[in-house]
Nanobody, 126 residues
Framework: VQLQASGGGLVEAGGSLRLSCAAS????????VGWFRQAPGKEREFVAG????????NYIDSVKGRFFISRDNAKDTVYLQVVSLKPEDTAVYYC????????????????????WGQGTLVTVSS
């Protein structure tokens, strides 16, 4: 499966973006998807996840109420709407597809994601 992340850019603090993750090459709709981010000098961290059918989502505490993950399986696309951006949100954002189908709760473990997009850079200026 190939994943293509897009939608990043330079925004001022308080601004918004919508990141997209478009998939091809596998039955994407059977798998949970996670968004991760990696800031300079830091490890890649899980940010948000959504189950295969969109029925369950989870987020790290620092983005709850500001980031919203959704998916459109008809378009093989997962979105991450990010609002009220902060400078500390600056990072390369990656989407990834789970290796296990029909997981009922998205996992935050990087090694459980088998397929990764190339990343899209989000820069938030203060």
């Amino acid at each position: 499966v190939q994943l293509q992340a897009s939608g990043g850019g330079l925004v001022e603090a308080g601004g918004s973006l919508r990141l997209s993750c478009a998939a091809s090459g596998r039955t994407f709709s059977n798998y949970a998807v996670g968004w991760f981010r990696q800031a300079p000098g830091k490890e890649r961290e899980f940010v948000a996840g959504i189950t295969w059918n969109g029925g369950f989502t989870n987020y790290i505490d620092s983005v709850k109420g500001r980031f919203f993950i959704s998916r459109d399986n008809a378009k093989d696309t997962v979105y991450l709407q990010v609002v009220s951006l902060k400078p500390e949100d600056t990072a390369v954002y990656y989407c990834a597809a789970d290796r296990t189908p029909w997981r009922t709760v998205p996992t935050s473990a990087r090694n459980e994601y088998a397929y990764w997009g190339q990343g899209t850079l989000v820069t938030v200026s203060s």
